[in-house]
């Protein structure tokens, strides 16, 4: 069993929609970090977040340390949003290493 | 421009061939990594360098080798004695432990 399970694998949406995606994970971890990749290939730092919640533009990730999950909304999608989101953690400890979910492929459609 | 470049985009290797991936940064991180991306998997550790003239191997170090020599750059090979080369490979830095990491544009690497 993967230490970082990602859900849904696929969605689709339609503009304007609420989106959702879920990570949860089975290590104890020191932070946790959703990543974009677009289909060119390269991947940017969305949030990092160890607590509580953090929003930028209309995009917001949570974290719920107790139950090892966190996710992240986007708020009236739009196409450009059509990306695969990845969740990553870092274990616990003085290190950077991280341990990466398999990702979410997002499709919003006009 | 502060960021991470890699070159080149695409790559092509004959079986038996050691190839040279290069990665460049300028943002002054101390910390530098490669992955390897397969479909359907998430990223994996390929080795990693915390700081100059040292670097420690991730999860799949096997066929690779890499290099330290300055701040700014972490060169990969990918040597023959890699038998699954075809992969997309991801170089990243970030300031230190814990930190944000940043990704460069990525390298597809295809053995004819």
Known sequence: K????????????????????????????SALHWLQQHPGGGIVSLFMLSSGKKKHGRLIATINIQEKHSSLHITASHPRDSAVYICAVTKGGNTDKLIFGTGTRLQVFP | DGGITQSPKYLFRKEGQNVTLSCEQNLNHDAMYWYRQDP???????????????????????????????????????????????????????????????????????VL
């Open chain 2, 40 to 110: 359907g998997q998430g990223l994996r550790l390929i080795y990693y360098s915390q700081i100059v003239n040292d670097f420690q191997k991730g999860d799949i170090a096997e066929g690779y080798s890499v290099s330290r020599e300055k701040k700014e750059s972490f060169p990969l090979t990918v040597t023959s004695a890699q038998k699954n080369p075809t992969a997309f490979y991801l170089c990243a830095s970030s300031r230190g432990p814990v930190g944000t990491q940043y990704f460069g544009p990525g390298t597809r690497l295809l």
């Open chain 1, 2 to 29: 993967n230490e970082v399970e990602q859900s849904p694998q696929n969605l689709t949406a339609q503009e304007g929609e609420f989106i959702t995606i879920n990570c949860s994970y089975s290590v104890g971890i």
